[in-house]
C-alpha cells in the first residue's frame, strides 16, 4: 500500500506563486509516475504534470512555462508560477504503481482570485 499526504495550497491573488507538495510512504517501491491532476467545479479531472522514474516530465498544455514538477525520492512537488483564476480547482497527488494501479491524495484547494 502506498498513502499519499500533500500539502501547499491555498488563496493567491492572480500572477501569485504557490507551491503543491506531495509525500508517499508505504510500499513506495512500487510507483512509477507521481503526477498532479486538478479538477475544477462541473469539469473532469485532468492531468497537470507528471514525473516519470527516467525521468520523464510531461506538462498539461495550459501550464505549460508556469508550473514546474520536480521530484525527490518519494515527494513530489509542484511550483506554481503566474496564477490565473483558470487555475482554480483541487489539486490532487497522483502515483500510478507498476502493475498499473492508480492511488489518489485526498486533494488540496488551490484558490486564485481575480
Known amino acids: 500500500q502506498v498513502q499519499l499526504v500533500e500539502s501547499g495550497g491555498g488563496l493567491v491573488q492572480a500572477g501569485g506563486s504557490l507551491n503543491l507538495s506531495c509525500t508517499a510512504s508505504?510500499?513506495?517501491?512500487?510507483?512509477?509516475?507521481m503526477a498532479w491532476y486538478r479538477q475544477a467545479p462541473g469539469t473532469q479531472r485532468e492531468m497537470v504534470a507528471s514525473?516519470?522514474?527516467?525521468?520523464t516530465i510531461d506538462y498539461a498544455d495550459s501550464i505549460k512555462g508556469r508550473f514546474t514538477i520536480s521530484r525527490h525520492e518519494n515527494t513530489v512537488n509542484l511550483q506554481m508560477n503566474g496564477l490565473t483564476p483558470d487555475d482554480t480547482a483541487v489539486y490532487y497527488c497522483?502515483?500510478?504503481?507498476?502493475?498499473?494501479?492508480?492511488?489518489w491524495g485526498r486533494g488540496t484547494q488551490v484558490t486564485v482570485s481575480s
Open positions: 514525473f516519470t522514474r527516467g525521468p
Open positions: 508505504g510500499d513506495t517501491f512500487l510507483a512509477n509516475i
Open positions: 497522483n502515483v500510478r504503481t507498476y502493475g498499473g494501479r492508480d492511488i
